[in-house]
């Protein structure tokens, strides 16, 4: 089912022409309902994915661990050759730039407010496309004391993504609310994570999870496999073709709690009908479809 088939099921349930529907209601208010409509069910019974991590982490060709303090009004100076990447944490407001030897292009990155530490990668290769190697300086600047962390300089790439260059630590975090791992439709961890390492498969106790971020160590190489709940992207006008990923035994629940918030503005009689025959419909689909469940073992971040 697609935006537009919900639609026309709605005017349906309320005995409406198309055409009279549309005199009727303002769309911004059908498009509302409809996702309301959705949120609710698919809170109830989230459609599950599954996504692969692939976890060896390119170690760092120099690398500053721990953290340094930048003192407000002075420059803080690293220095590293013939790399390609670079990652940093920073909890502060502050500025760097990066200047490349013998080429006249600049990277320069600004933050503000950072209450915790905020990773902030940088692709050289393709920020100033002229470097071919040789010395690369790194100048924190700025009027406020900041503090810097663990900055990781790479003589490789994993990609030309930005998020694919990680600070290095013990721990490398990925975060499946990016669009990257789960298409932005990340909803919340339906299983724990199976790692999967030179034939052997097992489920790893040696991980954390911090929101929608799995954070992996970087000596258990390996594909790390998570399942997770879909949020259901929003259905708006101009892209009503696009099929719902709502499993198919929910499209009658979901049309009849959209048509119930639709004709609840204007025609009470029609909205109980709707209501009431939605509670019998979600009963029934109830015993045949299984309820969320959230796993229970998770390592929380808290407590590393």
């Given at each position: 089912?697609?935006?537009?088939?919900?639609?026309?099921?709605?005017?349906?349930?309320?005995?409406?022409?198309?055409?009279?529907?549309?005199?009727?209601?303002?769309?911004?208010?059908?498009?509302?309902?409809?996702?309301?409509?959705?949120?609710?069910?698919n809170?109830?019974?989230?459609?599950?994915?599954?996504?692969?991590?692939?976890?060896?982490?390119?170690?760092?060709?120099?690398?500053?661990?721990?953290?340094?303090?930048?003192?407000?009004?002075?420059?803080?100076?690293?220095?590293?050759?013939?790399?390609?990447?670079?990652?940093?944490?920073?909890?502060?407001?502050?500025?760097?730039?990066?200047?490349?030897?013998?080429?006249?292009?600049?990277?320069?990155?600004?933050?503000?407010?950072?209450?915790?530490?905020?990773?902030?990668?940088?692709?050289?290769?393709n920020?100033?496309?002229?470097?071919?190697?040789?010395?690369?300086?790194?100048?924190?600047?700025?009027?406020?004391?900041?503090?810097?962390?663990?900055?990781?300089?790479?003589?490789?790439?994993?990609?030309?993504?930005?998020?694919?260059?990680?600070?290095?630590?013990?721990?490398?975090?990925?975060?499946?609310?990016?669009?990257?791992?789960?298409?932005g439709?990340?909803?919340g961890?339906?299983?724990l994570?199976?790692?999967?390492?030179?034939?052997?498969?097992?489920?790893?106790?040696?991980?954390?999870?911090?929101?929608?971020?799995?954070?992996?160590?970087?000596?258990?190489?390996?594909?790390?496999?998570?399942?997770?709940?879909?949020?259901?992207?929003?259905?708006?006008?101009?892209?009503?073709?696009?099929?719902?990923?709502?499993?198919?035994?929910?499209?009658?629940?979901?049309?009849l709690?959209?048509?119930?918030?639709?004709?609840?503005?204007?025609?009470?009689?029609?909205?109980?009908?709707?209501?009431?025959?939605?509670?019998?419909?979600?009963?029934?689909?109830?015993?045949?479809?299984?309820?969320?469940?959230?796993?229970?073992?998770?390592?929380?971040?808290?407590?590393?």
């Amino acid at each position: 089912m697609n935006g537009r088939e919900l639609i026309d099921q709605i005017c349906l349930l309320g005995a409406r022409e198309r055409g009279q529907f549309d005199q009727e209601f303002q769309y911004d208010l059908v498009y509302s309902a409809i996702n309301r409509a959705i949120s609710e069910v698919n809170r109830l019974f989230p459609v599950k994915k599954t996504i692969q991590l692939i976890h060896y982490p390119i170690r760092p060709k120099a690398y500053h661990k721990g953290i340094t303090l930048h003192r407000g009004g002075e420059d803080t100076v690293f220095n590293a050759s013939d790399i390609k990447s670079l990652a940093f944490a920073v909890s502060g407001t502050g500025e760097c730039t990066v200047i490349a030897e013998g080429c006249p292009g600049v990277i320069s990155e600004k933050w503000q407010d950072a209450l915790q530490f905020k990773n902030i990668a940088l692709i050289i290769k393709n920020k100033i496309p002229e470097y071919a190697g040789g010395e690369v300086t790194v100048t924190f600047t700025g009027d406020h004391n900041y503090m810097i962390s663990d900055v990781s300089f790479y003589g490789a790439t994993e990609s030309d993504l930005a998020e694919d260059v990680h600070v290095w630590s013990n721990w490398i975090g990925y975060d499946l609310k990016s669009k990257k791992y789960a298409g932005g439709n990340f909803l919340g961890f339906a299983s724990l994570p199976i790692r999967f390492y030179e034939s052997n498969l097992n489920q790893p106790t040696d991980y954390r999870i911090d929101g929608s971020t799995v954070y992996l160590p970087v000596e258990k190489e390996g594909v790390y496999t998570v399942e997770y709940y879909v949020r259901t992207p929003e259905v708006k006008e101009g892209d009503l073709e696009a099929e719902l990923d709502i499993d198919f035994r929910l499209h009658d629940i979901v049309a009849l709690r959209a048509a119930y918030y639709v004709y609840l503005v204007i025609d009470d009689e029609v909205a109980a009908q709707c209501n009431n025959e939605y509670q019998r419909n979600l009963s029934l689909v109830m015993t045949t479809m299984p309820k969320v469940e959230t796993p229970k073992k998770f390592r929380d971040v808290r407590g590393w």
